[in-house]
């Protein structure tokens, strides 16, 4: 656990973001931007791409691989598909955070809870909507990889199972990156009803950014 | 030959360091070997009709509750559907989350590799053998999803700290991929990323391909699963009105 000294009267961008919608924004190389998990147990899946090339983007396995470890924390370096560094978490104050579980989509959605539930809302649709309507990232579907789940807590037992505990985030919790390089951020703040992580309860979370 | 083989028709051998593709259509066996118990083959899945559909490992671990792959498991695309099951595996635990070898770590852990004097010994790493064959099929890194590592078991510490385990390495196992839709198939038998033998491995793995029988209802891998009972739903809705 890594809290942070920076303060939000000196903050160049503040959002919230509601439950269920997108951000999409750019934080250039050197500033420090924070997620903070309003009401707590909300799910950030978020994506991150080259801002001068969408096509190098977050990668879940590289990032998994150089620092050997699944979880993500303070001093994690987030990796591109290229193996490049983009991010480094600095402070964390939830402790732990998912890039194994990907996101929920309509399709998988059908698999997980059930046929009939196609219809609901999900985050790839979320991602979907958000690069149809910001065609100026260059970003499409054949660029959309695995993502974060900020604040999600997804252990791996020593029988190789997989659990989806229940979190351990909380609300006012937050986690905060610095940007290696120029950076589109792009995250959906969980639509997901079917899920007990976030108590049924999506809630809103919000996106802070510190200049240099 | 089994309840679940009707035929192996194809045999080959390929040498480690080495990379392949194939189009395989729906009701294909492909039953892996790793001869000398040293291999690893990396693994990546394409819809023909679709190249955006791909496997996506996240959605395979979740919706099956598991961090490893092994027999009964089905292995999703990002589209809810399902490239293949594994019908039989003596192995156990396969990786598909540690992704692939870059030639930085090939170089930092068995030298700068020149091809001149190690001609088909050179030590190629897993990204570029992906890169090789991609590029066959007008794709190209960024489609590039996290591959299998099939014969890699990857366990974690209490940390999260991720080993690639020797424990269970041994000659002669095999895993057994049963395909439930056509299939574009990747694969390279390039050294797992965190392998850390002295010397680059240099064993070849067996590839058989035959055709499946008719899926019945008690299937293993159909029924391992509530969620791969929804799977195959979604598959059958695929290939409603098309001829198989
Ligand atoms: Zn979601």
Redesign the pocket.
Known sequence: MQSSNLKISNASFRKVIDAGDYFIGVVLKGETFRILDLKGNQ?A?TLFFNAHNASERYSAMDTMREQANVYLTTGTKLRSNLNNVMLEITADICGRHDTLGG??STESNTVRYDLEKRCMH??RDSWMLAIAEHPEYGITKRDIGHNINFFMNVPVTEDGGLTFADGISGAGKYVELVAHMDTIVLI?N???LNNPCNGFNPTPIEFIVWAE | MSEIIRSIDYTTHIPSGSHWSLRVRRGTIMRLTDTAGLGNVGMLFYNPENLLERYNAPDTLKCQHTFKLTQGNCLYSDMGRIFASIVEDSFGWHDTVMGNSHAEHIEERWGKRDYQNDRNQWMQNGYDAFLVELAKYGLNGKDIASNLNWFSQVVTDQNGGLILAQDNKAPGQTVTLRFEMDTLVLLHTCPHPLNTAEIYPRESIQIELGTAHDIQEDDYCMNFREENLRGFKNNQLYHLGLIA
Do not use: F, L, T, V
């Open positions: 799910a899946d996101a929920c999900s985050c959906s969980c639509p997901q």
